[in-house]
């Protein structure tokens, strides 16, 4: 700022003058600013405006980028606990043992109820006055309590009463897994029988029985059968596969011995009938023990998963049941697949509308950009491990049957790859997405910091003042001041007398 000569003007609008930026400095120096409104910026204060107002917006996605990046780390260290939490009950299936603690349930299974609640509780979690598994229903909780999801609560069927009927409608009244088995002379054949989506389906068939023919027709109904037209070999064998309703399979084999057989083994006969008598003996003990066993894990595997798939629709997915309508689970033939919410209660309360469930909570976090990383807990690689923590510890056993070591040891291998299962989406997969949204708020944090640091500078350069060069100015303008009053002082002292003289 220049100072006015004191010789140019008249001396007192030159005092006035000087005083007027003399008060100026002293507000610049205190203010640290060059001017105290826009006004005062001129050509700048446009610029000025722009880069205040930008950098209100950085504050403002920086307040959302700040909570965002609590949410998120929340999620994924609820991830990583619940990866914690499969890899303990993994673990704990691996003994496969029936040891009951408490008469109908083993340690591993009551660890599974545990387990359990603290899944439930880390999906009911918020942060931020928002629940973060739920989706759109921010304060509403992601799950029942499990309590309530195995027992059921006001009226409503619960896992357990489900599981069992599907068991009953899997198993069939006679245990055969709903085939149909029969011995006409040297002939056996066994057929599935019009069950729907229940039971055994037989699948491959083989062998090299000597003096016998194995053929699998398809029907309806789809069979097998075994004729024999002598007796076959000692170590000859019989082969077939039968599909599970959980989408998975398993192999049943017979051997034929000379001795008493064991296990997995039928006599061979003095002719062809009495072998195939003895055949026959064996391939029905072998199918009962197999349903008792293989299917019935299957077919728990199979209710917990239609119990839980209740994902958002439309149309909105109800709990899947097995439909009694016509009679008993024993002769049903068909699910029902919506309408149950009446009956049988939803474990899932929170958002059930459609759509992508990342995008059930979207936030801008830059100008241009806006990230989802919404969470619903019905998403398959989340409600996968519910469904197998719950159907394990949802299950009774009876100590006194003589089957039960089998069925245990089955459902018990049944949840451990189940809760294993890496085909689809998984835990991993959902991690790895917020994982991403992660690193965008990251990029865009950096991107907004070196932006701001950018303006706040032109804003120092636009609005600040240097307070040396302020302070410089002050003293130059004092001494000019200092000058003119002492101008005006002698001036006041002239007369006409004084000037002649």
């Known amino acids: 700022m220049s100072v006015p000569s004191i010789s140019n ?23 640290g600013k060059k001017a105290q409104s826009y006004a005062e910026l001129g050509g700048q204060r446009q610029a000025s405006l722009d880069a205040h107002s930008k950098i209100a917006a950085f504050d403002g996605f920086g307040e959302t980028i700040s909570q965002l990046n609590l949410r998120l780390s929340v999620v994924q260290s609820t991830f990583d606990r619940v990866n914690k939490v499969v890899t303990a009950q993994r673990g704990a299936n691996a003994t496969t043992a029936f040891t009951p603690v408490d008469g109908s349930q083993t340690a591993q299974q009551r660890l599974a109820l545990t387990q359990l609640d603290e899944v439930i509780d880390l999906f009911n979690q918020d942060s931020g006055g928002r629940k973060l598994f739920s989706g759109r229903a921010t304060t509403s909780d992601a799950s029942l309590s499990s309590s309530d999801i195995i027992q059921g609560v006001s009226g409503r069927s619960g896992l357990a009463d489900v599981i069992s009927e599907r ?39 083989g062998g090299n029985l000597t003096n016998a023919t194995i053929a699998t027709n398809a029907g309806p109904p789809v069979n097998t059968v075994v004729n ?17 309703p959980n989408g998975t399979s398993t192999p049943l084999s017979l051997t034929a011995v000379n001795g008493a057989p064991g296990s997995g083994q039928f006599q061979i006969g003095a002719d062809a009938a009495a072998t195939a008598a003895n055949f026959n003996a064996a391939l029905n003990s072998a199918v009962t023990s197999l349903a008792s066993s293989e299917l019935r ?26 439909d009694v309508s016509g009679g008993p689970a024993e002769s049903a033939t068909q699910l029902l697949t919506t309408g149950t919410a009446g009956n049988t209660v939803t474990w899932y309360t929170g958002d059930t509308g459609g759509g992508s469930a990342r995008q059930t909570a979207a936030v801008r976090i830059d100008t241009s ?92 350069d636009i609005e600040n003042v240097d307070k040396q060069q302020v302070a410089t100015e002050i003293l130059e303008l004092q001494t000019s001041l200092q000058a003119s009053y002492q101008t005006t002082s002698r001036l006041s002292q002239l007369s006409l007398v004084n000037f002649l003289n």
């Open 167 to 205: 068991n009953r409608a899997d198993l069939g009244a006679d245990g055969l897994g709903r085939l149909q088995q029969q011995l006409a002379g040297n002939t056996i054949t066994l057929s599935e029988t019009p069950s729907g989506v229940f039971g055994f389906k037989i699948g491959g068939t």
């Open 9 to 31: 003007g008249n001396v007192l609008r030159l005092i006035t003058q000087q005083r007027a930026q003399f008060e100026q400095l002293q507000l610049q120096l205190g203010s």
């Open 369 to 460: 950009i806006t990230v989802g990383y919404g969470i619903r807990a019905t998403e398959s690689g989340l409600r996968r491990i519910v469904s197998n923590l719950a159907a394990f510890a949802a299950v009774k056993f009876d100590p006194n049957d003589a089957r039960t070591g089998n069925a245990y040891a089955a459902l018990s291998l049944t949840v451990r790859n189940g809760l294993g299962d890496t085909s689809g989406q998984t835990v991993q997969t959902i991690s790895s997405e917020i994982a991403v949204v992660q690193q965008s708020v990251t990029s865009a944090q950096t991107r907004q910091n070196a932006t701001r640091n950018i303006l706040q500078n032109l804003l120092s």
């Open 297 to 322: 894990a299957s077919s728990t595997a199979a209710a917990a998963d239609g119990f839980f798939d209740v994902s958002a629709g439309p149309p909105e997915k109800t709990p899947t049941r097995v």
């Open 228 to 244: 024999f037209t002598g007796i076959p070999n000692s170590g000859d064998d019989f082969r077939i596969t039968f599909n599970l």
